[in-house]
């Protein structure tokens, strides 16, 4: 099977070089676990091995993603002004029909989710997706389910490799059934760590199909370089 790099090395290694290539992956987690980060550098690697990319965004502006990276040391400026990323910003759209919503049903407005596939043009390898969870307000579990289960199977049969963000509320509240429709799933979460009583970030991957992935709870931090896994020695059972 085909990897494609995560843009973190020690994760690759956990995933056996990487993400399986043309699969969607979800990764949810609780605000501050770094889910927006992990995006950002996969789309950075992916953009400098030359592959063609898109983000869509429904909750930050283009240019505040762009600002963000930077800070991180992932500039995705250059490919944004190339062409090479391509930013579909999904905020403006939602701002612009606050007023024709109350005319229309929130399964209308959902449509918008397989609507933007249409938007991404031919040649895209790569996509990132944050965040799921604008999609799943006011909509029946079963629909949500059948707009997963379609863009899923869409970007796959594509052979686009995507990476899908969800919070944490919206994944628990629409009963985790994303995990159902992806290729796999790595959850982000904060825990007290016993032996040092602080809180600490730590990675569960539950699922990666034709992968052998550990169930351990991976121990990693939110640096100035982006997302970094802690090395062994570092790590703590709870």
Do not use: W
Request: with cysteine.
């Amino acid at each position: 099977m085909t990897r494609i790099s995560t843009g973190i090395t020690d994760l690759d290694k956990k995933l056996q070089g990487g993400y399986p290539e043309g699969e969607c992956i979800l990764i949810t987690g609780e605000p501050g676990t770094g889910k927006t980060i992990i995006g950002i550098q996969f789309l950075y690697n992916a953009c400098n091995e030359g592959k063609r990319c898109a983000i869509i965004a429904t909750e930050e502006t283009p240019d505040k993603i762009v600002i963000h990276g930077k800070a991180l040391g992932f500039d995705l400026g250059p490919f944004v002004e190339s062409g090479q990323l391509s930013m579909i910003h999904f905020l403006e759209t939602r701002a612009q029909d606050l007023d024709e919503r109350y005319r229309r049903s929130y399964t209308v407005l959902n449509n918008d989710l397989n609507s933007l596939l249409h938007q991404l043009q031919e040649d895209i390898d790569i996509i990132v997706l944050d965040n799921l969870g604008t999609f799943s307000i006011g909509v029946e579990l079963k629909e949500f389910r059948d707009q997963v289960d379609t863009l899923a199977y869409v970007l796959s049969k594509q052979k686009r490799t995507s990476i899908v963000v969800m919070d944490a509320t919206a994944h628990e509240l629409s009963h985790r059934i994303a995990e159902y429709s992806t290729y796999g799933t790595i959850k982000l979460t904060t825990k007290e760590n016993p032996y040092t009583g602080k809180m600490e970030r730590y990675m569960y991957i539950p699922k990666m199909r034709g992968t052998k992935v550990t169930l351990e709870l991976i121990n990693y931090d939110i640096t100035s370089e982006g997302v970094k896994l802690l090395s062994s020695k570092a790590n703590r059972q709870l």
